[in-house]
Nanobody
Framework: QVQLVESGGGLVQPGGSLRLSCAASGSVYSINAMAWYRQAPGKERELVAHITSGGSTDYADSVKGRFTISRDNARNTVYLQMNSLKPEDTAVYYC??????WGQGTQVTVSS
């Protein structure tokens, strides 16, 4: 069993930046790929970014060029660097692994 804990969310003005972290604990040896999802009010949860164990990445079109996913395997942590934030990025952000574990989410609000 893997436990995932997100942190780093908050309130930021449009154009600002945030870095989210997702720390994994438990049976982390079983983790290969990791991903960030987000869910805005009244909308379905959507994939934001994905990273394989080898470091290959993929992004939703809406965040390409603005967000960067990375991982530190020594710290069992995945990051999501978010730059040039827009109000439409406002959502609860969740991390997940390929074993089906989910974190509790962290709120990101982009507003002036």
């Amino acid at each position: 069993q893997v436990q995932l804990v997100e942190s780093g969310g908050g309130l930021v003005q449009p154009g600002g930046s945030l870095r989210l972290s997702c720390a994994a604990s438990g049976s982390v040896y079983s983790i290969n790929a990791m991903a960030w999802y987000r869910q805005a009010p009244g909308k379905e949860r959507e994939l934001v970014a994905h990273i394989t164990s080898g470091g290959s990445t993929d992004y939703a079109d809406s965040v390409k060029g603005r967000f960067t996913i990375s991982r530190d395997n020594a710290r069992n942590t995945v990051y999501l660097q978010m730059n040039s934030l827009k109000p439409e990025d406002t959502a609860v952000y969740y991390c997940t692994d390929d074993e089906g574990s989910w974190g509790q989410g962290t709120q990101v609000t982009v507003s002036s």
